[in-house]
């Protein structure tokens, strides 16, 4: 059991592997269009470069995320700092099984939030 997280863990760093939340072999990844928005500026995440994915489950690293069947989200940010957002990737059948702190493929970005 230990090796078989192990391996989980290793597949997450370089996001092309299998995921315990779906059976695919997927590719995850995104931008930011401004890594260094203001209070309550529009920023938009764009994952087009990811593959086979049925749904984003985009978490902000403010206490909001969101799912979207969409490769693409805006979200403002109400407060000034550091935030690190993360891409997660699900299905219908495992959303309530992966979320954003669980299993599956991640990608993070950093943010810093101006006043």
């Known amino acids: 059991m230990f090796m078989k997280h192990l391996s989980l863990s290793i597949a ?6 299998f995921s315990s939340c779906d059976s695919n072999e997927v590719k995850l990844c995104f931008k930011a269009d401004n890594p260094y928005p203001k209070v ?19 978490n902000f690293g403010d206490g909001k ?4 069947k ?11 700092g550091y935030y690190e957002v993360t891409l997660h990737n ?3 059948a495992m959303v309530d099984h992966c979320p954003p702190d669980g299993n599956g493929r991640v990608a993070r970005a950093s943010i810093e939030v101006q006043p």
């Open 12 to 17: 997450a760093v370089c996001l092309i592997a």
């Open 40 to 58: 309550n500026e529009r920023v938009t995440f764009s994952a087009g470069c990811s593959e086979n994915i049925q749904l984003y489950h985009w």
């Open 65 to 68: 995320d969101t799912v979207t």
């Open 70 to 80: 969409t490769n693409t989200v805006d979200h403002r940010f109400e407060y000034e």
């Open 90 to 92: 699900t299905t219908e």
